[in-house]
Nanobody, 122 residues
Framework: QVQLVESGGGLVQAGGSLRLSCAAS????????MGWYRQAPGNQREVVAL????????NYVDSVKGRFTISRDNAKNTVYLEMNSLKPEDTAVYYC???????????????WGQGTQVTVSS
């Protein structure tokens, strides 16, 4: 079994910065794509940023391009989200995501963290 533990959320004023971290642990054979999603009250969960394992190619939702940066440390099975120039509309619960497998013969599975609250005040 694989667990994702997030940290780094909190309350910040508009224009401020936060850095989210997410560490994967447990029975990990391989991790492919990792990323971050978010869900604001009344809204569906949306992808924020994704990063691949091999070439660390990244993909961002348009609303965060130029402000957020995703990165990963494969040796630590950890993914980060650096968030700058935060806006009130970035307020949401942020969820870490990993696409991984627990053994050579197992299927790939989508794993989610428990979520961390990010609140941006105006």
């Amino acid at each position: 079994q694989v667990q994702l533990v997030e940290s780094g959320g909190g309350l910040v004023q508009a224009g401020g910065s936060l850095r989210l971290s997410c560490a994967a642990s447990g029975s990990i054979f391989s991790i492919s794509t990792m990323g971050w999603y978010r869900q604001a009250p009344g809204n569906q969960r949306e992808v924020v940023a994704l990063i691949t394992s091999g070439d660390s190619a990244t993909n961002y939702v348009d609303s965060v391009k130029g402000r957020f940066t995703i990165s990963r440390d494969n040796a630590k099975n950890t993914v980060y989200l650096e968030m700058n120039s935060l806006k009130p509309e970035d307020t949401a619960v942020y969820y870490c995501y990993a696409y991984c497998k627990t053994s050579y013969g197992s299927a790939w599975s989508k794993i989610w963290g428990q979520g961390t609250q990010v609140t941006v005040s105006s």
